[in-house]
Structures are given as structure tokens and as C-alpha cells.
């Protein structure tokens, strides 16, 4: 099974098996989103993702949708652009997290470990329709690897993941965060996130060194 990161422009896919999408819930304002442009180096098209407040002043998202970024903007649901730097990037984790110059109104609570079998919510931020939520069955608790880079806790999603996904947090039935969407596979309504533990981890890391300026591919 081939594993593909979802950060790019949206493409719409079918329903994911055994997910009713009547069964959504409306968690995508729960929590305050934003959307990620990362305009990359060599001029090549612009690189977009989702992004969750994880602090009042942090918001994660995918690290594999910051790799050669000239310049990263931040969006509001209510379509404001904010100022942020990328003060923490894992690769191997595949989590970044950024700072941003105004306080998020709903931060994310990070959940306990996920459970197979369990329905969750995907809340993500697409450009041309804003939060929208998106109905998941946890399949398997994992360790994945994307590119070949950095074995993680993960989970297996059977999910419509789409591109621009990536960096979308998985909620559970209370709207807590027990991950985020990292990848999908090729031609199937499967996806993969990052576990909640991860994200604690990095942003634990994040408190222990101090925030460093990451400097722009170009």
C-alpha cells in the first residue's frame, strides 16, 4: 500500500466505506482551525494544509508541508491572514508547530490514547468551503512511516482524506484530539494520523528548548 501526504490544492473524493457522512458532527467549530499556504521555492505552486491551535498562541500542523517553503501564510476561518513562524519542525514525527501573533479563542484538549473501532471526526479547513467535518472509523492503532522517514504512533483511518487534509486533528465523540491527518493511501478511503501523544511530545519539547526561528528554505 502506497502512503501520500495530503497537503496540496482540493480534489474531491468519494465517501470512505462503512462511514455514513450524515453521521458527522459539527466539532470543525469546536476548535479554531486555520489554513496553510506555504509558497514554495522555485516558484512552484502554492502548498496548502490545515492547521489546529494546540496553545493560545500555537498552532500544529504537518512538517512534511513546510519542506522547501519560501513563505508560510496563516488563515483564519473568518479569512484573515496572521502573522506566524514555525518555531518547532519534526520530520520524523511529521509535526510542526507555529506561532502566531494573536490568541486562538478554542484550543484543541489533546485525548487519550485512540481506540480501534471507535467513529471519530475529521475537522478540516478547506479553502473553498471553509471547517467542514468529516466522519472516520479508527481501523488500527499503528506505527507509520511516510517517504520512508521516522517511524511514529499513528492511526489507521478508514476515511475520505483528502488533499489539503493534511494537519486536520482528529476528534473523538468529545472533541478531543486524538490525532492528526498526515497521509492517505493511493486510490483507497484510507488515511493515517499522527497520535495525540506525539503532538504532547513535541509540544513538551517545544517547552524544555525554547522556541528557535526556522529560517526559509530560500
Given at each position: 500500500m502506497v502512503l501520500v501526504g495530503c497537503g496540496?490544492?482540493?480534489?474531491?473524493r468519494s465517501a470512505a466505506h462503512g462511514v455514513d457522512p450524515a453521521q458527522d458532527r459539527v466539532s470543525?467549530?469546536?476548535i479554531s482551525l486555520?489554513?496553510?499556504?506555504?509558497?514554495?521555492c522555485g516558484g512552484a505552486d502554492v502548498q496548502r494544509a490545515t492547521a489546529v491551535a494546540v496553545d493560545?498562541?500555537?498552532?500544529?500542523?504537518?512538517?512534511?508541508?513546510?519542506?522547501?517553503a519560501k513563505r508560510v501564510t496563516v488563515r483564519s476561518v473568518d479569512q484573515r491572514d496572521i502573522g506566524a513562524t514555525v518555531v518547532y519542525l519534526d520530520a520524523d514525527r511529521d509535526i510542526a508547530l507555529l506561532r502566531i501573533?494573536?490568541?486562538?479563542?478554542?484550543?484543541?484538549?489533546?485525548?487519550?490514547?485512540?481506540?480501534?473501532g471507535a467513529r471519530v471526526t475529521i475537522a478540516s479547513f478547506a479553502e473553498e468551503t471553509g471547517p467542514t467535518d468529516k466522519a472516520a472509523v479508527i481501523v488500527d492503532l499503528v506505527e507509520a512511516t511516510l517517504d520512508g522517514r521516522g517511524r511514529r504512533a499513528a492511526i489507521e483511518l478508514?476515511?475520505?482524506?483528502?488533499?489539503?487534509?493534511?494537519?486536520?486533528?482528529?476528534?473523538d465523540d468529545r472533541n478531543r484530539m486524538v490525532g492528526m491527518?498526515?497521509?492517505t493511501a493511493r486510490d483507497e478511503p484510507t488515511?493515517?494520523?499522527v497520535a495525540a501523544l506525539e503532538i504532547e511530545a513535541a509540544l513538551e519539547e517545544l517547552d524544555r528548548s525554547g522556541p528557535g526561528e526556522i529560517p526559509p528554505a530560500c
Open positions: 496540496g490544492p482540493a480534489e474531491s470543525a467549530h469546536a486555520y489554513r496553510v499556504a506555504v509558497e514554495l493560545d498562541d500555537l498552532v500544529a500542523t504537518v512538517a512534511h508541508s513546510l519542506v522547501g501573533d494573536e490568541p486562538s479563542a478554542r484550543v484543541a484538549v489533546l485525548g487519550p490514547p485512540a481506540e480501534s478508514d476515511a475520505a482524506i483528502e488533499p489539503g487534509d493534511s494537519g486536520a486533528p482528529v476528534l491527518v498526515f497521509a488515511g493515517w494520523a
